[in-house]
Every structure is written in C-alpha cells, then in structure tokens.
C-alpha cells in the first residue's frame, strides 16, 4: 500500500513539473504576449486616446444618442406606469 501511494505521489509530481515548463506557451501559437496579458486583454491608457480625438469624439457621440434614447424610454414607461399614491 505505502509503495502504490509513494510510486504515484512520484508520478504525479513529476507530471505536475514536466507542464510546469509549458505554462508560457498556454496561449498556443500565433498568441503575442505583452508583458503578462495576451492580445486582446490589455486595458487601454489614456494616452491611446487624446483629448478630443476624432476616435474619442465618436465614442461621445454613440453614448449621447444612446443615453437620449434611454431617457426617451424611459420617460415612456413612467407614462405607462400607473402607481396610485393617494391610497
């Protein structure tokens, strides 16, 4: 019994250090990595987007029109909503 669980506390072991070596190429070929985030999972800094750049300006706009059109909806369903308070 001691030599089945001593034969498979080394064997696991030496699994666990044998993958230990491939922990960098987790993300496959083709995957950049910068510093220790993958492409697609940095966060952005502020100098990516200058005050009152044209990518910038895009972005406030999208988020005016959506924010008037969820003023818009909102509005409507308090005019649906029918909440007696005078009970």
């Known amino acids: 019994m001691r030599t089945t669980l001593f034969i498979t506390a080394i064997l696991g072991s030496s699994l666990v250090l044998a993958n230990s070596g491939?922990?960098?190429s987790i993300g496959g070929p083709g995957m950049t990595v910068y510093g220790d985030a993958p492409i697609g999972h940095?966060?952005?800094r502020a100098q990516q987007f200058p005050p009152r750049s044209p990518a910038e300006q895009v972005e406030q706009r999208n988020m005016s029109?959506?924010?008037a059109q969820q003023q818009k909806?909102?509005?409507e369903l308090d005019k649906q909503l029918n909440i007696c308070r005078g009970c």
């Open 73 to 75: 909806l909102d509005e």
């Open 65 to 67: 029109i959506f924010d």
């Open 22 to 24: 491939n922990a960098a």
């Open 42 to 44: 940095l966060q952005p």
